[in-house]
């Protein structure tokens, strides 16, 4: 008994899906020139506002900036412990310069030498004080130059 209800189930939805697809056939013919002009419409929607887009984008102006050449050598670096003496940079503010170096944030240099954030601060702003620099980067640069790091 179920097989039977099943099966008149199979065709009466079978045969609703045919009526139906049979109704938008009609209804594509008979509205054709309104489906084909709403489509046309769209695409030019869309390329007109593709190409507003792109003639109003603003243009990207790119700044090159000159660095300093600096010759290589093919030795080893090597500390300039003259400077370290005369500047009074201590062990401690040179490894923490070469971390600030490498980009490490003041918590992963504390994390790194077992100490304090506060300490690294401490450090830190001795060492600026002692390079005269006012920022990060530019202990870094000084560093570099005047040959406390590589």
């Not at 489906?35 to 419409?41: E, K, Q, T």
């Not at 920022?135 to 570099?144: L, S, W």
Request: hydrophobic fraction near 45%; include cysteine.
């Amino acid at each position: 008994m179920k097989k039977h209800i099943l099966i008149y189930g199979l065709c009466g939805g079978l045969l609703i899906v045919l009526l139906k697809l049979i109704e938008y056939r009609f209804l594509v013919v008979e509205h054709s020139i309104e489906i084909y002009g709403g489509l046309v419409a769209a695409v030019f929607a869309g390329l007109g506002i593709w190409l507003g887009l792109k003639l109003t984008k603003k243009k990207e102006t790119v700044i090159v900036n000159v660095v300093k050449e600096v010759p290589v050598t093919a030795e080893p670096f090597a500390v300039n412990g003259a400077r370290l003496r005369e500047l009074g940079i201590t062990p401690r503010e040179r490894e923490i310069l070469e971390l600030i170096a490498t980009g490490l944030s003041n918590r992963e240099i504390a994390e790194r030498l077992f100490v304090s954030e506060n300490t690294v601060k401490t450090h830190s702003s001795r060492l600026f004080d002692k390079l005269s620099a006012k920022r990060r980067t530019q202990a870094v640069q000084i560093g570099k130059e005047l040959g406390l790091i590589p």
